[in-house]
C-alpha cells in the first residue's frame, strides 16, 4: 500500500511542471516540494536516493576553489588615482564609472600569464576537489566566448583566449570538478541589468549611467539566458556546478522558472540558493562566516576570501593566516559543509603569492590528513564549537555565538576524527562517548602505533604526546564499533 501510494506521488511530481501542490515529506522518502514557484525543479522532483546520488561528489570533496576574475582586476581597487573603499569587483558600481568608460577596459585586458594548468595543480595540491569560477559577474563582462554578447574577452579583448575552456581542459586532466559563477540577476552594462548600491538591494534599478536603463526581462530573455544556455551546452562535461548570485525581486518565480526550466535539462547540475524567484536550489551558501551549527538536513558551502576582497586589489594584502584557513576548514567539515575558498588572480592572470602560499601549506596538513575531512561526517559531540551568549545579540538580535577553538571532530562509519588545535598536556579527556572505541592512534602517525585508552562510563582518556605533533591541528582517529 505504502509503494502503491509513493509510486503515485512519485509519478504525479515527475510529471507536474507547473503549479505544484504544497506537499510536506512524503513518507520519508522525497523531499519537501516548495507550493510557491511555477516550473517544479530537480529538487521537487527527485526523491532522497536520487538527491544523494546527484549530490555525492559534492558532498564527498568538502574544499573548493573559488575564482573571481575579470576586468575589475585592471583598476584592482584604483580610479582616477583615488582608492575605491570595498571589495575590487564592485568597483564599477561603487566608484559609479560610466558604462562606456568600464567597457573601455577590455581593449586592455591581455593576461598573457594566466595559466590553466597551473591554477587547477595549484587547486589539485590544496588538496581542492573543484573550481568554480566567474563566468560573469556582476559587471556583465563574460569570461568567455559568447556569440550571445560581444562585451566577452574572445571578442573584446587582445587576448582572444577563452580561459573556461582552458579550465574545463586541465580540470578534465588533472581530475577536477569544474562549475561556474554567473550573476544572473544584476548587469551593470547591459540595459535592464539590475544594479543595486552596497546594502541596498530592495532598489535594483539603482542606475548611474542611461545606459543601464531598460527592462529586466529583456536582459534576462536576449543576454542572461542565452548566455547560460551557451555555459551550460559548449564545455562537455562541465559545468557541474551552476553558481547563482544576489538575486533581487526582479527575479519573478515566472522568469526564474524559465532559468529553471533550462536547468532543468542536465539533470546531474549542481545549483546554490541565490537564483531568486522562491527557488531553493540545492546548497546553502553562508558568506564570509561560518554558522554556529551547519545547516542540519541541508547541503551547505561556506564561501570566503583569503583577504577582504573577491577581485583582485593591489593594496589588500591582509591575509588570513593558514592556520584561520585551515582552521576554518575543519570547522565547516564538523558542520557537514563545504569550504569554497577565493583566489582573485591580477590583470595578468598571476595568482597572488600568499594565496599560493596558503594553499601550498593547507594541501600540505591535508595530504597527511585528509582522511578526516573527506567524505566524513558531522561531529558527534557539538558543544566543542562554542555555545550562545546570554548577554551578548548578534547583528540580528539572537543570541551572539562564542565560537571556542580547541578542537572540533568529524566521523566516519567506524572512525570518530579529533582534529586538536589547543594541546591538552599529556591526556585527551572526552565525555559522553558516543560509540565505543576499541583504539586509538594520531593519523599523521603512518605506523599507527596505538594511543593508551582509558575508558569509564561513557568517557574516555587518550594518552597524547606531551607537545602537539602539529602546531595547526594534530589529527587522533578513534576507532570505533
Ligand atoms: O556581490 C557578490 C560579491 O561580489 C561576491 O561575488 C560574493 C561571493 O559570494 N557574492 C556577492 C555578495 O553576496
Known amino acids: ?11 504525479a511530481l515527475l510529471f507536474t511542471s507547473y503549479a505544484l501542490p504544497s506537499v510536506a ?11 510557491s514557484h511555477p516550473v517544479a525543479a530537480i529538487q521537487d522532483k527527485e526523491s532522497v536516493a536520487q538527491r544523494d546520488a546527484r549530490m555525492a561528489w559534492w558532498r564527498e570533496a568538502r574544499f573548493g576553489m573559488f575564482i573571481h576574475w575579470g576586468l575589475y582586476s585592471i583598476p584592482a581597487g584604483k580610479w582616477h588615482g583615488k582608492d575605491i573603499p570595498g571589495i575590487g569587483e564592485w568597483i564599477m558600481n561603487n566608484a559609479s564609472i560610466p558604462v562606456a568608460d568600464y567597457k573601455a577596459l577590455a581593449s586592455q585586458f591581455n593576461p598573457t600569464a594566466f595559466n590553466a594548468h597551473d591554477i587547477v595543480a595549484l587547486a589539485k595540491s590544496a588538496g581542492m576537489k573543484y573550481v568554480v569560477i566567474t563566468a560573469k559577474h556582476h559587471d556583465g563582462f563574460a569570461m568567455f566566448d559568447s556569440k550571445a554578447d560581444p562585451f566577452n574577452i574572445v571578442a573584446a579583448t587582445p587576448f582572444h583566449r577563452d580561459p573556461l575552456r582552458e579550465l574545463a581542459e586541465e580540470c578534465r586532466k588533472q581530475g577536477l570538478k569544474l562549475g561556474f559563477y554567473y550573476s544572473q540577476d544584476q548587469d551593470w552594462t547591459a540595459p535592464g541589468g539590475a544594479a543595486y548600491k552596497t546594502g541596498n538591494r530592495n532598489q535594483p534599478f539603482n542606475h548611474w549611467d542611461k545606459a543601464q536603463d531598460g527592462d529586466f526581462a529583456s536582459y534576462l530573455h536576449t543576454k542572461a539566458i542565452p548566455q547560460m544556455k551557451e555555459l ?17 525581486k526582479d527575479m519573478t518565480p515566472a522568469l526564474a522558472g524559465e532559468i529553471v526550466t533550462l536547468l532543468n535539462q542536465h539533470p546531474n547540475l549542481i545549483w546554490n540558493n541565490r537564483l531568486g524567484g522562491g527557488y531553493k536550489g540545492d546548497t546553502e551558501t553562508p558568506e564570509q562566516f561560518i554558522p554556529a551549527k551547519g545547516y542540519p538536513g541541508r547541503d ?9 576582497t573577491w577581485g583582485y586589489k593591489s593594496d589588500d594584502k591582509n591575509f588570513k593566516s593558514t592556520q584561520t584557513l585551515l582552521r576554518n576548514l575543519i570547522d565547516i567539515a564538523s ?3 563545504n569550504y569554497l575558498l577565493n583566489i582573485g588572480p591580477d590583470s595578468k592572470g598571476n595568482v597572488p603569492e600568499p594565496e599560493i602560499e596558503r594553499l601550498h601549506e593547507v594541501g600540505k596538513w591535508l595530504a597527511v590528513n585528509g582522511e578526516a575531512i573527506y567524505g566524513t561526517h558531522p561531529t558527534l559531540f557539538g558543544p566543542e564549537a562554542g555555545s ?20 572540533r571532530s568529524t566521523t566516519s562509519a567506524h572512525k570518530i576524527y579529533l582534529e586538536i588545535f589547543t594541546w591538552p598536556g599529556t591526556t585527551f579527556h572526552l565525555n559522553k562517548l558516543p560509540r565505543t572505541v576499541t583504539s586509538a592512534y594520531l593519523l599523521a602517525d603512518k605506523s599507527m602505533k596505538p594511543l593508551k585508552i582509558t575508558q ?6 587518550i594518552a597524547l604526546p606531551s607537545s602537539a605533533p602539529d602546531p595547526i591541528a594534530t589529527v587522533v582517529v578513534l576507532n570505533t564499533k
Not at 515529506?25 to 507550493?35: F, R
Not at 551547505?300 to 577582504?308: G, H, I, L, P, V
Not at 569509564?456 to 582518556?461: A, F, L, R, V
Open 456 to 461: 569509564s562510563n561513557g568517557s574516555i582518556d
Open 25 to 35: 515529506q512524503i513518507e520519508g522518502e522525497h523531499i519537501k516540494v516548495s507550493a
Open 388 to 407: 550562545f551568549s546570554t548577554t551578548e545579540k548578534d547583528k540580528e538580535g539572537k543570541p551572539k555565538f562564542e565560537p571556542e577553538w580547541k578542537w
Open 1 to 11: 500500500m505504502k509503494t502503491h501510494r509513493s509510486a503515485l506521488v512519485t509519478a
Open 300 to 308: 551547505w558551502e561556506a564561501c570566503m576570501t583569503m583577504n577582504d
Open 232 to 248: 551550460l551546452t559548449n564545455y562537455k562535461d562541465y559545468p557541474v556546478v551552476i553558481w547563482f548570485d544576489t538575486p533581487t
Open 335 to 337: 558542520k557537514g559543509g
